[in-house]
């Protein structure tokens, strides 16, 4: 079964509103599920799901890592925090041959859990007053 087949069948029998990018990629904008702009991507053997959670902030930074890292440590069912080019993401990868849809449910409602639980900790950290990037 290709990638496009199986992850998309899965979105649409989880009921998600979603928009395919190219041949492997698709962003979830399901706000009812907490949900927005979570970009699932086919890579090879794996699938990644991935969300941008916020910029990295200017100040207590050390302070900031450290909350992260507890919230990696004791706090995420599914996947990790991660910084990339200046952004924190959260993101989770799946191997897509054993994947099937419960997994792949599973690490939708953990991502969605955690930016829903995790905004109040991480907000006060934002640069731009409690907005996560666009």
Known sequence: MSANTKIEGY??????????IDE????????????????VIAAETLVVVRVNVMD?????????????????????????????????ILVDTLEFDTLDIEEFQATLDAIG?????HYP??????????SPPA
């Open 11 to 20: 979105m649409i029998n989880l009921g998600l509103t979603f928009e395919q």
């Open 24 to 39: 492997s990629s698709w962003i979830i904008n399901d706000e009812d599920k907490g949900l927005e702009q979570v970009a």
């Open 56 to 88: 990295t902030p200017e100040k207590n930074r050390e302070e900031f890592y450290q909350e992260l890292l507890g919230l990696n440590a004791a706090d995420l069912i599914h996947g990790a925090y991660a910084l990339e080019e200046g952004k924190v």
């Open 113 to 117: 859990l955690a930016l829903a639980q």
């Open 121 to 130: 900790i991480l907000s006060k950290y934002m640069n731009n007053g409690g």
